[in-house]
Structure formats: C-alpha cells, structure tokens
C-alpha cells in the first residue's frame, strides 16, 4: 500500500504561480513513477507531467515551457511548479503513483483555479 498526501493549489489570476507537492508513504520501495493529471469539469482526466523512477520526464504539450516536475532525493515526493498560469490551467490535479506492474494509487486532489 501507498499513501499519498497532497498539498498545495488554490487560486491564483492569470499568469501567476502556484506549486504542488505531493508525498507518498508505505511501500515506496516499489513506485516506478510519480506524476500528476488534472480533470477538468466535462473533460477527461489527462497527463500533466510524470517522471520515472529513472528520471525520464514527460510533459504534456500544453504545458511544456510553463510547468517543471520535479523530486527530493529520497524518491518520496513529487512537485509540480506551475508558472505563467492561464484560466485552461483550471482543474482538479491529482497526484499519481504507479507501484510495480500493476498497482496505480491516486492522491485526493487539489483544485487549482486560475482566474482571468
């Protein structure tokens, strides 16, 4: 089992900054990546950033020169330092965690809402 804890998010005007952070507990010794997706209201929950055990990171094109996924030195906590934020940026953003081959934990989500 891991445990996800989530903090971070809120409100912000358009083109400001925000940053997440999200911190995993438990059997870590298994988690393959951590990352995170973000839902929209009537939108399906997308990619945001994700980075592998390995370092390899990817970012959704939307995001790309604005967000910067990052972690501490342990593995056990994953960033998210959104900049230049614009109102698509809205969303719930949930932490992300998959753990061996098969298991996927989900952190509870934080609203991030960015007003114009």
Do not use: H
């Amino acid at each position: 089992q891991v445990q996800l804890v989530e903090s971070g998010g809120g409100l912000v005007q358009a083109g400001g900054s925000l940053r997440l952070s999200c911190a995993a507990s438990g059997s870590i010794f298994r988690i393959s990546a951590m990352g995170w997706y973000r839902q929209a209201p009537g939108r399906q929950r997308e990619l945001v950033a994700a980075i592998t055990s390995g370092g390899r990171i990817n970012y959704a094109d939307s995001v790309k020169g604005r967000f910067t996924i990052s972690r501490d030195n342990a593995k056990t906590t994953v960033y998210l330092q959104m900049n230049s934020l614009k109102p698509d940026d809205t969303a719930v953003y949930y932490c992300w965690v998959p753990v061996g081959s098969t298991s996927v934990y989900w952190g509870q989500g934080t609203q991030v809402t960015v007003s114009s």
